[in-house]
């Protein structure tokens, strides 16, 4: 069984350009979560996705959104991106919320410039 | 927000020695999962614990619960080499919608 799958593994981004993240969950999960890790900060959530809807996000601004598509998969994008935005950013599903495990994608390494 | 604290942050063993790591947290918990994750890539679903249990095992790896310490620990056995990761506790609280993770704790298992 295919596990979460991020892309692209690498991305490098010039400040003020828009940045594009794809996940694709795990067959027969329907949570999916963004969550950003950037050096010295841990792991910051971003949003959760739950059957096509936003049903949380995390203390970061509005130029970060998303969305998931009716095959549960989500993309993540981030606007008008600053160098503090350089991050390995993760994604992440789960067959029903929190109450159960989350399976983490590999992560999409973004470096703004 | 509430938040899992994982104690020690750094740890040094010899391989084959066991490692243990403690995650404290603030407030009342759904469940606990502890993550591994190596050199910066995805994270690894190790164990998830719900708040009516005390203990799991799988393979070399122990989790214990104590919810009126407000603690978990993660124990590994027989340490190997390729158990040389980064460790994460991370809670679910009821209502607050997200998986909250601590800072992690760096295991370093010397062959």
């Known amino acids: 069984e295919a596990g979460v799958t991020q892309s692209p593994t690498h991305l490098i981004k010039t400040r003020g350009q828009q940045a594009t993240l794809r996940c694709s969950p795990i067959?027969?999960?329907?949570?999916v979560y963004w969550y950003q890790q950037a050096l010295g900060l841990g792991l910051q959530f971003l949003l959760w996705?739950?059957?096509?809807?936003?049903?949380n996000r995390g203390n970061f601004p509005p130029r970060f959104s998303g969305r998931q598509f009716p095959n549960y998969s989500s993309e993540l994008n981030v606007n008008a991106l600053e160098l503090e935005d350089s991050a390995l950013y993760l994604c992440?599903?789960?067959?029903?919320?929190?109450?159960?495990?989350?399976?983490f994608g590999q992560g999409t390494r973004l470096t703004v410039v | 927000s509430q938040q899992g604290e994982e104690d020690p942050q750094a740890l040094s063993i010899q391989e084959g020695e066991n490692a243990t790591m403690n995650c404290s947290y603030k407030?009342?918990?759904?469940?606990l999962q502890w993550y591994r994750q190596n050199s910066g890539r995805g994270l690894v679903h190790l164990i998830l614990?719900?708040?009516?249990?005390r203990e799991k095992h799988s393979g070399r790896l122990r989790v214990t619960l104590d919810t009126s310490k407000k603690s978990s620990s993660l124990l590994i056995t027989a340490s190997r080499a390729a158990d040389t990761a980064s460790y994460f506790c991370?809670?679910?609280?009821?209502?607050?919608?997200?998986?909250?993770f601590g800072k992690g704790n760096q295991v370093v298992v010397i062959p």
């Open positions: 991370a809670t679910a609280v009821y209502g607050n919608n997200r998986l909250a």
């Open positions: 407030t009342s918990i759904n469940n």
């Open positions: 614990i719900r708040s009516n249990e």
């Open positions: 067959s027969g999960h329907t949570s």
């Open positions: 992440a599903s789960s067959l029903w919320g929190f109450n159960t495990e989350a399976f």
């Open positions: 996705y739950d059957e096509g809807e936003e049903r």
